[in-house]
C-alpha cells in the first residue's frame, strides 16, 4: 500500500489453505487448468475423503474474491459437489499448486483512478459437455482495476 494504491490480497489466507491440504511442499503449476481439460460427472472414480473436497472447494470461492484468475476453474470443480470424483479432487489440487505459486498476487486500485463503472458479458451457448447448457460470465472494471467472475 503506498498513497497513491491500496491492495487486497489473502496471501495468510491462501497459505493456510494450502497446508490444510497438505501441498506445502508441491510444486506450482503456471495454469489453474489445462484448458484440453473437459469434466464431467463421469470423469474417474469417487475420491477417498468427499468432506475434504467440499472444504477445499468452499474455501476456493471465498479465495476469488482477491483471485479473480481463479474463478472460472472454481466454478467448473464447484458444479461437482454432489459426487466429487478423482479427477474433480485432481483439479482441485492443481488449482492450489497454482495459487501456491501466486501467493503475492491480489488487487491493485490506484487511487488516482476515476470511479466509472463498466461493464460487459459473455456467453457460450451449449459448451457444457454434460447437459449442454449454456454458460455466462461478465466483467467489471472500475477505473483502472477489474473483477471478473465467471
Known sequence: MSSTSYSLSRAKYASDLLVCSGITN???????LNPNVRLTPFDGIPPVDVSLYHQLVGSLIYLIVT???IAHVVHIVSQFMVAPQTIHFTVVLRILRYVKGTLGHGLQFSSQSSLVLSGYSDADWVDDPTDRHSTSSYCFYLGDSYFLVE
Do not use: N
Open 26 to 32: 508441491s510444486d506450482t503449476s503456471l495454469t489453474p
Open 67 to 69: 483471485h479473480p484468475d
